[in-house]
C-alpha cells in the first residue's frame, strides 16, 4: 500500500522560478488536501479539494494553484517562486468515512533562494 | 472557525518520566479531536483521536488523551517515557458540520525532548 505519495522529496528553486509538487493517492479518497509547515507555526492549509473537478482556498492560498482532474492526483503548482514559500509541503487525503482523520505523504522540503 | 491552542512548544522530560502535552481548542460547533506525531523528517502520523463516547482515548504506545468538553481541552498524557517518544506533536480539531472535507486546524505543534 502506497498510500499518499509527494514528488520531489527536495528541490532548491530560484526566485521567479516556477514548478509543480506531485500528490498522488491511490485510497480512492475523495478529499485532498496540501498543507505547509513553517518552524514553530504549525501547518497550514493551502487548498484543499472534495472531489475531481472540486477546489477551494485554505487559508494560505496566495502564490499557489492547484487542479483535480482525477480523484488520484492533486498537483500544487508555483507561478513565481518567492523566498517566503521556504517551506515543507504535506499532501494529505481523506474521505467522508474517515470522519476528519487525514493520511499524510511524506513531505516535499522546498528552498527558494 | 476553530482554533488551537498548544500551551508549550517544548518540552524536555526524563526518560521514564511521565509526561503531559497541553492542548486547548474553541469552536462555536462540537468537534473531532486528533493527536498526530511526527518523528524527524517523516510526514504525521495519526497518534490517537477522539469522536465520541468515552472522553478517554488511547494509542497503541502507551499514550492517553482525555477530552474536557468544559475545559475545552484536550490533554495528552504517557505515564512513562522513552527515547523514542522524542517527536514533534501536534494537536488538531475538525468540526462535524462539514464531514472533515475541509481538513484539519493543526496547533503550532510541541516538542517532545527525552533527555537520558
Known amino acids: 500500500n502506497a498510500g499518499v505519495t509527494q514528488t520531489p522529496k527536495f528541490r532548491i528553486l530560484k526566485i521567479g522560478q516556477s514548478m509543480t509538487l506531485q500528490c498522488t493517492q491511490d485510497m480512492n479518497h475523495n478529499y485532498m488536501y496540501w498543507y505547509r509547515q513553517d518552524p514553530g507555526m504549525g501547518l497550514k492549509l493551502i487548498y484543499y479539494?472534495?472531489?475531481?473537478?472540486?477546489?477551494d482556498k485554505g487559508e494560505v492560498p496566495n502564490g499557489y494553484n492547484v487542479s483535480r482532474s482525477t480523484t488520484e492526483d492533486f498537483p500544487l503548482r508555483l507561478e513565481l517562486a518567492a523566498p517566503s514559500q521556504t517551506s515543507v509541503y504535506f499532501c494529505?487525503?481523506?474521505?467522508?468515512?474517515?470522519?476528519?482523520?487525514?493520511?499524510f505523504g511524506e513531505g516535499s522540503r522546498l528552498t527558494v533562494l | 472557525a476553530q482554533s488551537v491552542t498548544q500551551l508549550d512548544s517544548q518540552v524536555p522530560v526524563f526518560e521514564e518520566a511521565p509526561v503531559e502535552l497541553r492542548c486547548n481548542y474553541s469552536s462555536s460547533v462540537s468537534v473531532y479531536l486528533f493527536w498526530y506525531v511526527q518523528y524527524p523528517n517523516q510526514g504525521l502520523q495519526l497518534l490517537l483521536k477522539y469522536l465520541s463516547g468515552s472522553t478517554l482515548v488511547e494509542s497503541i504506545n502507551g499514550f492517553e488523551a482525555e477530552f474536557n468538553k468544559s475545559q475545552t481541552s484536550f490533554h495528552l498524557r504517557k505515564p512513562s517515557v522513552h527515547i523514542s517518544d522524542t517527536a514533534e506533536y501536534f494537536c488538531?480539531?475538525?468540526?462535524?458540520?462539514?464531514?472533515?472535507?475541509?481538513?484539519?486546524?493543526f496547533g503550532k505543534g510541541t516538542h517532545l525532548i527525552i533527555q537520558p
Open positions: 479539494s472534495v472531489g475531481a473537478g472540486i477546489t
Open positions: 488538531a480539531v475538525s468540526d462535524f458540520s462539514g464531514g472533515g472535507a475541509d481538513g484539519l486546524t
Open positions: 494529505a487525503s481523506s474521505s467522508p468515512s474517515n470522519t476528519g482523520e487525514l493520511f
